[in-house]
């Protein structure tokens, strides 16, 4: 059964930094690409980040330059660096993959971004 548990969230000020992991189990990690969403509250849950098993990255357009995706396949783990923060990054983010034709998500990390 494969598991995503996400971590690294909490309260930042504006400009400040965190950064997210997401740790998969139960899947050849190395195999699938791996996806950071969020959802603010009210709104629709949207890509943020995504990285292929070759390194390829692409990222939404509102944060580009600021937030970084990455993997560490011997740790089975996903990260996003998150710089520049902004209030209206403030989200659950989410972590996702697709094994074969079934979609798993994490649980959610919350980022609130307030001064």
């Known amino acids: 059964q494969v598991q995503l548990v996400e971590s690294g969230g909490g309260l930042v000020q504006p400009g400040g930094s965190l950064r997210l992991s997401c740790a998969a189990s139960g899947m050849i990690f190395s195999l699938y690409a791996m996806g950071w969403y969020r959802q603010a509250p009210g709104q629709q849950r949207e890509l943020v980040a995504r990285i292929t098993t070759d390194g390829s990255t692409n990222y939404a357009d509102t944060v580009k330059g600021r937030f970084t995706i990455s993997r560490d396949n011997a740790k089975n783990t996903v990260y996003l660096q998150m710089n520049s923060l902004k209030l209206e990054d403030t989200a659950v983010y989410y972590c996702?993959?697709?094994?074969?034709?079934?979609?798993?998500w994490g649980k959610g990390t919350l980022v609130t971004v307030s001064s």
């Open positions: 996702k993959t697709q094994v074969r034709a079934m979609i798993y």
